[in-house]
């Protein structure tokens, strides 16, 4: 049973350029969410998606959007990247199981690490 | 504003007992509590999760008191490979929030 993926692992981009990142969700799970951890910092949430639409957003700019697919993967896109996107992007996926049950449990992938210069 | 928070870092020994407590004064009536540890390089990994009073599992214990403005993860006999971050996350309406994370050393 895979776990969630992501890919790439690594990307380097320029400022003002624009990036896809990719995440495959943990087989049976249908929620996926995307997070930002900057350097020695905690994740921060960006947004969830769920029946391919946004469902949950963080304090992100437009400037980040996603997609959910049928087959329930996701993309992040980042427009206009700024120095300060460098992160390690997370994704986690989780099953959804009721709008009253509670916090689903989430398992994250490895990340994508991100460099802009 | 709603916050986690946590112990920036913790040192322990191996065989000894650690527990990290994350506060969260405005968790809400049907958010849950979620720990989560983070080697260097890797995504956080599920270890635990609760609503109230404790829950435990095979690799640790979490205590939630009634008033849920807190929350203690308890790890039995640490040895060096729990050497790692530690994050507490809760879900305040639609914004879920990690933690800082706490930092745990564990020596020999």
């Known amino acids: 049973d895979a776990g969630v993926t992501q890919s790439p692992t690594h990307l380097i981009k320029t400022r003002g350029q624009q990036v896809t990142l990719r995440c495959s969700p943990k087989?049976?799970?249908?929620?996926v969410s995307w997070y930002q951890q900057a350097l020695g910092q905690g994740p921060q949430f960006i947004f969830q998606?769920?029946?391919?639409?946004?469902?949950q957003r963080g304090n992100f700019p437009d400037r980040f959007s996603g997609h959910q697919f049928p087959n329930y993967s996701s993309e992040l896109n980042v427009n206009a990247l700024w120095l300060g996107d460098s992160a390690l992007y997370l994704c986690?996926?989780?099953?959804?199981?009721?709008?009253?049950?509670?916090?689903?449990?989430?398992?994250f992938g490895p990340g994508t690490r991100l460099l802009v210069l | 504003l709603a916050k986690t928070t946590q112990p920036i870092s913790m040192d322990s020994y191996e065989g000894q007992e650690v527990n990290i407590t994350c506060s969260h004064n405005n968790i809400a009536t049907n958010d849950y509590i979620t720990w989560y540890q983070q080697f260097p390089s890797q995504g956080p990994r599920f270890i635990i999760q609760g609503y109230k009073t404790k829950v435990t599992n095979e690799v640790a214990s979490l205590f939630i008191p009634a008033d849920r403005k807190s929350s203690t993860l308890s790890l039995p006999r640490v040895s060096l490979s729990d050497t790692a971050v530690y994050y507490c996350?809760?879900?305040?309406?639609?914004?879920?929030?990690f933690g800082a994370g706490t930092r745990l050393t564990v020596k020999p």
């Open positions: 998606y769920y029946e391919e639409e946004e469902r």
């Open positions: 087989s049976g799970h249908d929620t």
């Open positions: 996350l809760v879900e305040y309406g639609n914004d879920m929030r």
């Open positions: 986690a996926s989780s099953f959804f199981s009721g709008w009253t049950s509670g916090q689903e449990t989430q398992y």
